[in-house]
């Protein structure tokens, strides 16, 4: 099946075996009766098991896999469900739906309740005229003639209202439209794609990649007759034997392992079969295996082969050594690990101070360049900024959770499913009894796309954290103003980070929210809020040196957070 490229879809009687090696949702649908719980086990377990061979950061519903099974034993699908979450196997247990719902952006959901609002108020605006589905009915079937689809609408349009046309009452419609975000679905789409999310970083850019870049973009664009490369070529050189002199012995070794290769000797007495010979013996390396190496070296150091025959032909000149020991000393270095990780340090703490010197001159670098420009700078930082993706986000929650509205994410009724502790609970509660709140996100933790993370820094590492709540207010004039609520444990040991991890990003982007409040519980239950986005607040938080921020909630700064009381 794997080359017909134009099957879409795939109906198999009994099962279908996969590579698993494309972006697609995994579906199995299966109307046979099954209550073995080996049977059931094997499946479930093999789809949660088995990971997706690619992954699609943008459109999380290729990344989903799904089981439908409504002929199976419920109790013994909920035991083997129930083990498997006990389990210690690779998938989070919250992601294991046994009442699915679902999900999608809330504007298509908005569009198709107004277009069958509009069709079943059209035929009053048009003076009476009835439906195709009450012309059938009171006229009885006519074969001869087909009901008139183009009439009113485009005909798909008819032939979605006439599909659904019954399903749902106008007060139920309406009743949905009111728990839907009541704002246009465009303007909160561009505004929740236009936050600006940072995920600590755990790949390790290309040290050496980035300073060859650095240094030609510099050259091309910013200051043509700097000479960096020939200063980049004497640096390289004279680094590279500084650190040889720093790491002689494992130098040494590496080099040994180049130039030569072990050969194990045995002579065998043809007629006895006894062994009279069994010794081991240096032997030079081929030229094959010596450009094997050479291959290698360039690879390591980002394919710098300029650089590495300068260093070769200096080695020749200036110690009277030949190609094979030049080459044989090079290679020894891109072997050697210990070498290797000071030249990256050298690489990154160059690039540092290039950018440093030509960074405030970025205006100059050509479009073409730019793109480069742009990633040897953000892989300076700890972190990969990215904007948010609605299409990211999950496309299946729990139904056995709270439904809520006004979620941007939410089901064909209007409900979000989302599981809240009791403080999370009056925070949202609390934030959609405000009339401005028009729409909300529960933040998403670990979805690269569509979750909002702020990184700070505990204990010298670079750790995420994701805010709980995202709300989004309609202001007087239309516009939409973004709001962070997030229900902070001032006992927490992380917490006095995190405050300081928010300054950092809030500072970056000043305007991209209109408040961000931390709030706290007391032990009364009373609720205290820190405005993040205010100068005074973030100046307090620089200078705090405690461990604890419960004095920050508490001090003269904070204020109280007054919870919805009819709740």
């Known amino acids: 099946m794997g080359e017909h490229t134009e099957i879409r879809v795939l109906f198999a009687k009994d099962a279908v075996s996969t590579g698993w090696d494309c972006p697609r949702a995994e579906v199995i649908y299966s109307r046979r009766k099954r209550s073995d719980p080996t049977y059931i086990t094997q499946l479930i377990g093999r789809m949660i098991r088995t990971p997706l061979g690619r992954r699609v950061k943008t459109v999380e519903e290729l990344n989903t896999v799904s089981c439908y099974l409504p002929e199976y034993d419920a109790q013994t699908v909920e035991l083997v469900v129930n083990r498997l979450k006990e389990d210690n196997i690779p998938v989070a247990a919250a992601n294991i739906l046994k009442n699915p719902a679902d999900v999608r952006w809330f504007g298509e959901t908005q569009r198709r309740i107004e277009r069958l609002l509009q069709n079943r108020q059209r035929p009053a605006a048009d003076g009476g005229t009835l439906h195709a589905s009450q012309q059938l009915s009171q006229e009885g079937p006519q074969e001869e003639q087909a009901p008139d689809f183009s009439v009113h609408l485009p005909e798909e349009e008819w032939q979605l209202a006439y599909a659904e046309e019954g399903l749902e009452t106008e007060d139920q419609l309406r009743e949905t439209l009111a728990r839907i975000p009541r704002a246009d679905s465009e303007a909160l789409k561009a505004s929740f794609e236009g936050i600006v999310t940072r995920q600590v970083r755990h790949d390790k850019p290309n040290a050496f990649l980035d300073l060859w870049d650095c240094v030609d973009i510099i050259q091309e664009d910013l200051d043509s007759t700097s000479g960096l490369g020939e200063t980049l070529q004497e640096e390289f050189y004279n680094n590279v034997e500084g650190e ?324």
Not at 285 to 303: E, I, L, P, S
Not at 311 to 328: L, V
């Open 244 to 567: 040889i002199r720093r790491h002689p012995a494992e130098f040494k070794r590496a080099f040994s392992e180049i130039r030569n290769t072990t050969v194990s000797v045995k002579r065998v007495d043809p007629l006895t079969g006894e062994e009279f010979e069994d010794r081991e013996e240096l032997v030079e390396n081929d030229t094959q295996r010596m450009t094997a190496y050479y291959k290698r070296a360039v690879h390591v150091f980002a394919g710098a082969s300029d650089l590495i025959k300068y260093y070769i032909n200096k080695r020749k000149d200036e110690q009277w050594e030949g190609d094979p020991e030049a080459i044989s000393r090079i290679c020894a270095v891109a072997a050697c690990m210990e070498i290797v990780q000071a030249m990256e340090e050298w690489a990154e703490a160059k690039t540092r101070a290039l950018l440093d010197r030509y960074g405030p001159q970025r205006y100059g670098v050509s479009e073409e360049n730019l793109d480069r420009w742009n990633r040897v700078e953000g892989n300076t930082l700890p972190y990969i900024e990215r904007t948010l993706h609605i299409q990211a986000s999950v496309t299946r929650q729990n139904k056995d959770y709270d439904p809520y509205p006004k979620h941007i994410i939410s089901d064909g009724d209007g409900w979000a499913y989302l599981n809240l502790n009791e403080l999370e609970k009056k925070v949202v509660e609390t934030e959609l009894s405000r009339p401005m709140n028009v729409a909300w996100y529960r933040n998403q933790s670990r979805n690269l796309n569509a979750s909002l993370s702020i990184p700070y820094y505990l204990n010298g590492e670079w750790e995420n954290m994701y805010p709980d709540f995202l709300f989004f207010q309609q202001t007087g004039n239309g516009s939409i103003v973004r709001t962070i609520v997030d229900p902070h444990g001032d006992w927490l040991g992380d917490s006095v980070a995190k405050l300081k991890g928010y300054v950092a990003y809030l500072r970056d982007h000043p305007d991209l929210f209109g408040s961000v409040l931390a709030v706290a519980e007391d032990r009364d239950k009373t609720c205290r809020y820190l405005d993040l986005t205010l100068p005074s607040v973030q100046n307090a938080i620089d200078i705090f040196t405690g461990s604890s921020a419960k004095e920050l909630f508490h001090g003269p700064l904070s204020q109280v957070y007054a919870v919805r009381q009819d709740r």
